[in-house]
């Protein structure tokens, strides 16, 4: 499996989000983050799907379902909401986001990045 991170302007993901991943019918794994303040920060997103992805392969969840839940959970977002879709009880991925996020808070730690403010910075994105 090739694994290709790319960092992209946020109008330009397939949907309202900060980082996505899908597999081509090559079994190619492609992660897009959405451009940040700091390397850091788009890192901290890119690992976050490294992880999240991972976890859902091996444990069965497909882009399919966790892309349908995605769109279908920004499609109907109301005004003002900033929750994450994969900590909804719903998401077929929610076990796989939890650890990812995790994962991710120990990293920002670990590279002084401050979580309140990464985390205003990602929802100050339209």
């Keep these: 499996m090739k694994v290709t991170i790319e960092i992209i302007p946020h109008d330009q993901q397939r949907y309202p989000t900060v980082g996505d991943w899908t597999f081509d019918g090559a079994d190619n794994l492609t992660i897009k983050v959405s451009v940040l303040s700091d390397w850091r920060r788009e890192m901290l997103i890119a690992v976050h799907e490294l992880v ?3 976890l859902c392969r091996y444990d069965g969840v497909t882009q399919e379902q966790v892309d349908k839940f995605d769109m279908d959970y920004e499609r109907l977002r109301k005004e003002g909401d900033e929750s994450e879709p994969g900590d909804d009880p719903k998401a077929p991925y ?3 986001h939890c ?3 995790g994962i991710e808070r120990i990293l920002a730690a670990e590279l002084g990045v401050n979580w309140k403010e990464y ?3 990602l929802c100050s994105l339209p």
């Design 119 to 121: 985390e205003d910075e």
């Design 52 to 54: 999240e992805v991972l």
């Design 99 to 101: 650890v990812a996020t």
């Design 94 to 96: 929610k076990r796989q």
